[in-house]
């Protein structure tokens, strides 16, 4: 248990940590509030379950990992759970959604939907994350810090 708090990390996994959680906050209130444009947990969750056909606990994941997570990547807690969480649902958005869109992200608005250059770098910051740990100023340093006085 202790070594999913540690950190190996310092500046540069808390500059990857809060570019992860930002950029990933306002999808996952997209789906858990309906904020920034989005339809909130009802219509996000049977979107995922009744359209795409995916499972409902796999549904549930996707608006976990995306609303808790990217708060949680954000204050560096349980930063390795929560990186997992993200790659792991970046995954499943290139397999099923992104790759029939080809690498290149929609700028001119002429396919029909956006490629999957930006999952490749958030699947590598989750890697890189999952690898060193939440960094400084995280929740997760000083829970570690607290366990190692103790020890």
């Known amino acids: 248990m202790k070594k999913l708090f540690e950190t190996q990390g310092g500046w540069s996994s808390l500059i990857l940590r809060w570019a992860l959680g930002i950029a990933m906050f306002p999808h996952g209130m997209q789906k858990l509030f309906g904020w920034f444009g989005g339809y909130g947990f009802p219509a996000s969750f049977h979107y995922f379950t009744?359209?795409?056909h995916i499972p409902a606990f796999l549904a549930l994941l996707v608006i976990v990992a995306e609303s808790f997570g990217s708060v949680a990547l954000i204050t560096g807690f349980l930063t390795r759970v929560a990186a997992f969480g993200i790659a792991c649902?970046?995954?499943g958005a290139v397999s099923l959604v992104h790759w029939?869109?080809?690498f290149f992200m929609n700028w001119l608005g002429q396919k029909g939907g956006e490629g999957?250059?930006?999952h490749i770098l958030a699947i590598a910051i989750g890697l890189a994350l999952i690898i060193s740990g939440a960094g400084n100023w995280s929740i997760d340093r000083a829970?570690?810090?607290?366990w190692k006085k103790r020890s």
């Open 116 to 118: 999957f250059e930006y």
């Open 100 to 102: 029939r869109n080809g």
């Open 143 to 146: 829970i570690a810090s607290h």
């Open 89 to 91: 649902d970046m995954i």
């Open 50 to 52: 009744d359209k795409m």
